[in-house]
């Protein structure tokens, strides 16, 4: 520099006002070679802030109601947000867009670990949970993933753009078909314990165990293995990371209970256990094992800046035929036309189901596309490829009936061989439509600018529909470098509640006792019960001794799974609202959109019934508001309100069956001057009233006077829309006359 020392420059650059990026970039050109030094190489001079430990930086937080462990939260540091946010300035100030910008902030900028013995809420998917624990150097490290998936996106190193430039020779990825062999794992130890090095190791949740007891120097039973000792580690000093411990109950069924279960008795024995999450759990459902060494863990929470952060934007799109209508929009991408509300993108589309997908895949020639279509699912489920090479078998046959040319056709032999699989790894590139099922929905890593999200409920298909506070968050965040922050969610119609909770309460309660009297019958019994179901049901598990022999206990994951789901069908989904509601809740703004539908529900749309009898138009009017109608339907039962205002009021005060049983005619339902109306709308309000009136003063033994009589009867007509509304209507009333200041008045007494 000419005239200024580079200290100098440093210093000036450290305390750049955000707020005045363009005058401080003057400033700081004169005061650097006359102009002629840049903000990027300014940038270059000021180095990053030094990352700090978890526990140094953590502060306590008051509990709520109902917690039992202490909880702590991590402010990212002042230091590191100015000098990222003096980054950011300098980027767009040298003319990158803000929308070119990397906005995101990283644990690994300001965290140098993930603390010890903590529920890790850091905050944020794609923050690099995953990352920083590999990357801890001074200790060794396995990390348990939900899905085989997760697990690969690990095992790549990515370039600048985010292309895969390579595989990770310092981590060691396990999964079932993957390295699963104990020869694998042998091979990779000697080499860490030639070179003196730490181990990584990341694995699904399945392979846990097993690996837990080649570390040991045991067999998958447990037993000693002679071969296996020569490379014994003693794992229990090692860090065991949990990652998406949401995931853990979601997981927990079928065939990977038992492996599960092996995961969590780890947390007793390993000094080192840290749970990592984007979408925390309520206490209510953590694991008992956490509880079980008391003092042993808390909950540290990561609170990053609003600033930092993208909202997603939901546009709900209600349709009746979500099938037909997403293959619509498919086929529009593969014309290149994307989306049919939007400018061009590639689709990703998530729904946790592979007939679904199939089923769109008939709808847009999925043969002939076969280069710009990928799809995700379970690669270990054989029944997924079985249903897939069928498919193709059967789309096949039906072109050769046709006389058409098979488009792809070496391809499509070499799959109905099974000699390639039609299924994609995580890690393979995206294309114009890519589906995911389950096993891409939380953890694994997907780079695509160009990316539109959809999610797809299908009603007939419980395991379509997704808990907004966890998975439908993670869903979203799986597309790591996307910048649009819009999200397409299809679904048919909203779930119906089951039960009320204070029904599901004591439904659970009536359980528990049945519970004790299953786990008191014999093993034969119990055994029979296994096998019908009837141990599921009441959260009944069997388990397995050292020496083989089954015992049945009581399953807390089975009940955690239970109730979840009730929450997600009854408290988030039910209606419309309630999903709204759960969207704001998360952090995600909701609109709607009408479906472009086909010609019979658009003409319904614009003429909605208007030439139908009143039994027509009312049994719409309430088919359409039972279903909790969006979109083209939501119009609809608007245009039928505006045409019919009473139909509102009709269905608040009376059922389909009541109208049914007045045979549909309006005037028996109505009355003379709605005077029929009005008492039922009276009946129903009646407790809402009382309760009005209560408020103000007028309940049993107030004495009112003409005035404040009318101002009451006021209160009522204005706040529940009567036209006419006396006291008497709800009170046992007295009238009497009193002398008051010299004067006749008459009083109202309320006497119950």
């Given at each position: 520099?000419?005239?200024?020392?580079?200290?100098?420059?440093?210093?000036?650059?450290?305390?750049?006002?955000?707020k005045k990026a363009d005058e401080t970039f003057k400033a700081i050109q004169e005061l650097a070679y006359g102009g002629d030094f840049h903000f990027s190489d300014i940038a270059k001079l000021v180095e990053q802030p030094a990352t700090k430990k978890v526990e140094d930086i953590m502060k306590p937080v008051p509990s709520e109601p109902g917690d039992r462990l202490p909880h702590y939260k991590v402010e990212v540091p002042a230091d590191f947000l100015r000098w990222k946010k003096n980054k950011i300035d300098g980027e767009i100030l040298l003319g990158n867009g803000k929308e070119e910008v990397d906005m995101k902030i990283y644990l690994s900028d300001f965290l140098s670990d993930l603390g010890d013995n903590c529920i890790f809420e850091k905050g944020s998917t794609g923050c690099g949970g995953t990352t920083l624990a590999l990357n801890q150097n001074d200790r060794h490290v396995i990390v348990a993933m939900p899905t085989r998936n997760t697990v690969q996106s690990k095992e790549v190193i990515r370039g600048k753009d985010n292309n895969i430039i390579g595989k990770r020779n310092d981590v060691f990825c396990i999964w079932g078909g993957h390295n699963d062999h104990f020869e694998d794992l042998a091979a990779y130890l000697e080499k860490k314990k030639t070179f003196n090095e730490k181990v990584k190791i990341v694995c699904t949740y399945d392979q846990i165990g097993k690996l837990y007891n080649r570390l040991m120097g045991r067999d998958n039973m447990g037993n000693i293995n002679h071969g296996m000792q020569r490379l014994a580690y003693n794992p229990l000093n090692w860090w065991l990371y949990i990652d998406e411990?949401?995931?853990?109950?979601?997981?927990?069924q079928g065939e990977r209970r038992e492996s599960i279960r092996q995961m969590l008795d780890l947390i007793k024995v390993v000094k080192h256990v840290v749970f990592i999450t984007a979408t925390p759990l309520k206490e209510e459902f953590f694991f008992s094992q956490i509880f079980d060494q008391e003092g042993r863990f808390k909950v540290v929470k990561v609170d990053f800046p609003e600033w930092t952060k993208m909202k997603p934007q939901i546009v709900r799109r209600q349709t009746p035929k979500v099938v037909y209508d997403v293959g619509k929009e498919m086929k529009a991408y593969l014309k290149n036309e994307g989306n049919l509300f939007e400018a061009p993108l590639n689709a990703h589309v998530f729904v946790n189901s592979l007939d679904v997908i199939i089923s769109i895949?008939?709808?847009?020639?999925?043969?002939?596309n076969l280069e710009r279509i990928r799809i995700v699912c379970?690669?270990?489920?054989?029944?997924?490829?079985?249903?897939?090479?069928?498919?193709?078998?059967?789309?096949?046959?039906?072109?050769?009936?046709?006389?058409?040319?098979?488009?792809?056709?070496?391809?499509l032999d070499d799959v109905i061989d099974g000699k390639v699989s039609p299924i994609s790894s995580i890690n393979d590139s995206p294309k114009k439509i890519n589906f995911y099922t389950s096993t891409a929905f939380c953890g694994a890593d997907i780079f695509d600018k160009n990316a539109q999200i959809y999610v797809i409920s299908v009603s007939s298909r419980k395991q379509t529909y997704y808990d907004i506070s966890t998975t439908f968050l993670q869903i979203i965040g799986r597309v790591r470098d996307s910048k649009n922050p819009k999200v397409v969610y299809y679904y048919d119609k909203n779930t119906y509640q089951d039960t009320d909770k204070k029904a599901y309460l004591e439904e659970m309660e009536d359980r528990k006792e049945l519970q004790k009297n299953i786990l008191r019958s014999s093993p034969k019994a119990l055994l029979i019960a296994e096998k019908d179901g009837?141990?599921?049901?009441?959260?009944?598990t069997k388990r397995i001794d050292s020496e083989g022999n089954p015992y049945f206990v009581d399953d807390e994951l089975l009940r955690f799974k239970d109730k979840l789901n009730w929450e997600v069908f009854n408290l988030q989904l039910s209606t419309a609202v309630n999903m709204a509601a759960a969207f704001n809740q998360n952090g995600m703004d909701v609109s709607d959109e009408v479906v472009k539908e086909d010609r019979e529900i658009q003409e319904r749309f614009q003429n909605p019934t208007k030439r139908g009898t009143f039994e027509e138009k009312i049994t719409q009017y309430y088919q359409l508001r039972d279903k909790g109608a969006h979109g083209v339907d939501g119009a609809v039962v608007a245009s039928l309100e505006k045409q019919y205002p009473e139909y509102r009021e009709i269905y608040d005060l009376y059922t389909f069956d009541e109208i049914k049983k007045a045979g549909f005619v309006l005037r028996a339902i109505i009355g003379d001057r709605g005077t029929l109306l009005a008492k039922r709308k009276l009946e129903k309000r009646k407790g809402d009233i009382i309760a009005l009136l209560n408020s103000v003063g007028v309940s049993p033994g107030a004495e009112l006077d003409s005035k404040k009589k009318k101002a009451a009867e006021k209160a009522i007509m204005d706040g529940f829309g009567f036209k006419k509304f006396k006291l008497q209507e709800v009170f046992k009333v007295q009238s009497v006359q009193r002398k008051i200041k010299g004067k006749n008045t008459r009083i109202t007494i309320i006497e119950g």
């Open positions: 520099m000419k005239n200024k020392d580079i200290k100098t420059v440093a210093d000036f650059a450290k305390g750049i006002d955000t411990m949401h995931e853990v109950i979601n997981a927990y895949l008939r709808r847009i020639d999925y043969l002939a379970g690669q270990g489920d054989d029944n997924n490829q079985i249903k897939l090479v069928r498919f193709i078998e059967k789309e096949v046959a039906k072109m050769v009936k046709e006389g058409k040319e098979i488009p792809n056709k070496s391809y009837t141990a599921d049901r009441y959260y009944i």
